[in-house]
């Protein structure tokens, strides 16, 4: 796509990456809609837990400010979305379409990194392809994390999409900041992390899959432990309508507010306290 600079953005994607442990290592991983790249770190024998990025940009490596924490409970692997900014590399045009696909892809993956279940978390949209995993592979789903879920158990905001659309009908590194600095209110994030989310625009993306928010009857069935956190601050969603929502539709969901933290900080600049919840989520404790 013309004004994306592929170079530019790896050079990005890579100095965020180095943020990470120093264990980290750099696995592909094929899967019938293409090789997915995965970030990986902790113990090869501790539980593993499967990390999916938000989009709009989004990456795996934007977990850096907990990977440390997980890392000391589980094997973490941070997986790049097909089709998405990032280094997972599309079969042509066999990407997912539809979330019967992105459940095969995950299936793909959990099976290429040899794994029969997995810890699962994600933040906004990757937080909706894991809560729509585990509706369809409960099996394959020990514990779920979601990180101020969007479309999951309520709607975007009217001004969320309306700021959002000039950055999402024709992305620019200038629109993608001004789109930040509204919905962030002006908290500064890293330069490192802000720069590989300009360099991401104009990504030659797919369209990613999208669909209706899960129906209430499947989520009183999940029958997983989950954990709901959102952003206080939030610009996308109402945040209590969704934990409202959620503490009436899950039978096993543990519910909290991140303060002082807007949707789209989440996970880099997330408030102190977070990995330590999210470790004693994982641990049953």
């Known amino acids: 796509m013309a004004g994306y600079d592929g170079q530019a953005f790896r050079v990005a994607y890579d100095k965020v990456l180095a943020k990470w442990p120093a264990d980290r290592e750099a696995l592909t991983v094929a899967t019938p809609f293409g090789d997915t790249r995965v970030n990986a770190c902790g113990p090869r024998e501790a539980p593993p837990l499967l990390l999916l990025p938000g989009g709009d940009g989004a990456t795996s490596v934007s977990w850096y400010a907990q990977a440390a924490d997980l890392a000391r409970v589980r094997r973490v692997y941070a997986a790049d979305l097909i089709g998405a ?8 045009d066999r990407h997912p379409r539809t979330v019967a696909d992105l459940a095969a892809w995950l299936d793909a993956l959990l099976d290429g990194l040899e794994l029969t279940s997995a810890d699962v978390g994600g933040h906004s949209y990757g937080a909706w392809i894991a809560l729509q995993y585990a509706l369809r592979a409960p099996a394959r789903v020990r514990r779920l994390f979601l990180l101020d879920p969007t479309l999951c158990l309520a709607g975007f ?7 959002a659309l000039p950055m999402l009908l024709r992305p620019s590194p200038r629109r993608v900041r001004a789109f930040l600095d509204w919905e962030t209110r002006g908290t500064e994030p890293d ?17 990613p899959v999208t669909g209706p928010r899960p129906a209430p009857d499947a989520l009183r069935a999940l029958d997983v432990p989950v954990l709901l956190l959102v952003a206080a601050n939030s610009r996308t969603h109402d945040a209590r309508a969704v ?3 959620a503490g009436a539709v899950l039978a096993r969901v543990e519910t909290g507010v991140l303060p002082d933290v807007s949707h789209h900080a989440l996970p880099q600049s997330a408030p102190d306290g977070l990995a330590r919840r999210l470790t004693a989520f994982l641990s049953g404790c």
């Open 243 to 245: 934990v409202d929502r």
């Open 157 to 163: 905001k009217a001004a969320y999409l309306l700021h």
């Open 191 to 207: 330069p490192d992390w802000l720069r590989l989310q300009e360099a991401a625009a104009g990504f030659p993306s797919t369209k």
């Open 85 to 92: 900014p990032g280094l997972s590399a599309p079969a042509g």
